[in-house]
C-alpha cells in the first residue's frame, strides 16, 4: 500500500515540544547533509537523502517525547513553500531509528517508532512555509547507521514505496554523493581511492543488460578522465555483494556485479575515452547502504 489510511497516521506519535530552542541543537548551523528547496506539488516525490543517522548528543535534552542520539548540526534543511498538500518525513533504516524537527513555527516535533517497524514518520496535515530543520537519530546509541531520509506530500512513510517507485531512474546530472576527480593517464597514486558507502533505492536493473543491485539516483563518484595508452580500471571492494554502474563519456551505461574477486564488481576499459565517467556502487539484493572502496586504477584489478 502507498498511503496508510487515516487511523494508521492518526497513531504517529508525534510530540510537538515548546518554541523554545534546546541547548543541545543548533539548527542555524550548516546541515550534514545540505539543503532542500521545495515547492509544493514538487517533482520527484519522494525526495530522498542517504545519509548517517546518530550522533552525540541525547536528544532527550530536547524534551519527554524525543528520543534518540542525534548530532549538533541539523542533518538536513528542507525550505519549503507550502500549498494545500501535506508534508511527511519518514525514514528506513535496518537500525532503530528517530526523528526530530525544528519546523517553522519554531517547535520541536519529535517520532521514535511512526513508521514501519522501528522506523520514525513526521506528518504536518497542514505545513507551514519556511525552513524545517531536520535530525535523523540512532536510538539507544550514540553510534552512525545507515539511513534514508524520505520528504514526500504524498507518502507517509517511504517503507510503503514499491520497489523502482523511488523518484525517477540515476541521474548523471545530479553532483556526485562523494565528490570527483580529474585525472591523467599514468597518475599517480594509482590505484585512486575513495571510500563510500553502496546502495540507495534505486533498482539499477531497470538500465536493462547486466545492471544489478540498488543505487542511489545520483553519482557516487565521477571521474574525469584524459586517456592515453593504459586501460582504465574501475572496481569496488567490499565485505558486502556489491554492484557496478557506469556511465561513460560515450553516453552508454556499463554493468558488473561479480567481475571482481569473490562478490566484488570490476569494469575494465582497455581503450577509455577521455571524459566524465559517472560512477555508481551499487548493493545486490537490497537498498542498504554498505561500507565500500571504489578503486580507479590503471595498473590493476581487484
Not at 220 to 236: E, H, K
Amino acid at each position: 500500500m502507498l498511503i496508510k489510511n487515516l487511523a494508521a497516521v492518526a497513531t504517529l506519535s508525534t510530540i510537538a515540544l515548546s518554541a523554545a530552542p534546546a541547548s543541545a541543537q543548533n539548527y542555524n548551523l550548516d546541515p550534514n547533509y545540505g539543503t532542500i528547496q521545495l515547492n509544493a506539488g514538487f517533482a520527484d516525490d519522494p525526495r530522498l537523502v542517504e545519509l548517517s543517522s546518530g550522533g552525540r548528543i541525547d536528544a532527550s535534552a530536547i524534551g519527554s517525547g524525543c528520543r534518540g542520539y542525534v548530532s549538533n548540526a541539523p542533518d538536513v534543511r528542507v525550505v519549503y513553500s507550502s500549498g494545500s498538500l501535506p508534508l511527511m518525513f519518514s525514514v528506513a533504516s535496518d537500525a532503530d531509528t528517530t526523528l526530530v524537527v525544528n519546523a517553522p513555527d519554531g517547535r520541536w516535533y519529535c517520532n521514535d517508532d511512526g513508521g514501519s517497524g522501528l522506523n520514525p514518520a513526521l506528518r504536518f496535515d497542514r505545513p507551514l512555509s519556511g525552513r524545517y530543520e531536520i535530525w535523523v537519530g540512532t536510538y539507544g546509541s550514540a553510534s552512525l547507521e545507515a539511513a534514508i531520509l524520505g520528504i514526500s506530500e504524498i507518502y507517509n512513510d517511504i517503507s510503503d514505496i514499491p520497489s523502482g517507485n523511488t523518484g525517477g531512474g540515476p541521474d548523471f546530472s545530479l553532483d556526485p554523493n562523494y565528490g570527483s576527480v580529474s585525472l591523467n593517464a599514468g597518475f599517480t597514486p594509482d590505484p585512486h581511492r575513495v571510500r563510500l558507502q553502496s546502495g540507495g533505492p534505486v533498482d539499477a536493473s531497470t538500465l536493462g543488460g547486466s545492471c544489478r543491485g540498488y543505487i542511489s539516483r545520483a553519482p557516487d563518484y565521477r571521474v574525469r578522465y584524459s586517456s592515453g595508452r593504459f586501460p582504465l580500471i574501475i572496481s569496488a571492494e567490499s565485505s558486502s555483494d556489491t554492484t557496478l554502474v557506469i556511465n561513460g563519456p560515450d553516453g552508454n551505461w556499463y554493468c558488473d556485479d561479480d567481475g571482481g574477486i569473490g562478490l566484488n564488481p570490476s569494469i575494465r576499459f582497455d581503450t577509455p575515452r577521455s571524459g566524465q565517467y559517472d560512477i555508481w556502487v551499487g548493493t545486490y539484493g537490497n537498498a542498504r547502504l554498505e561500507s565500500a572502496i571504489l578503486d580507479v586504477s590503471e595498473l590493476y584489478s581487484n
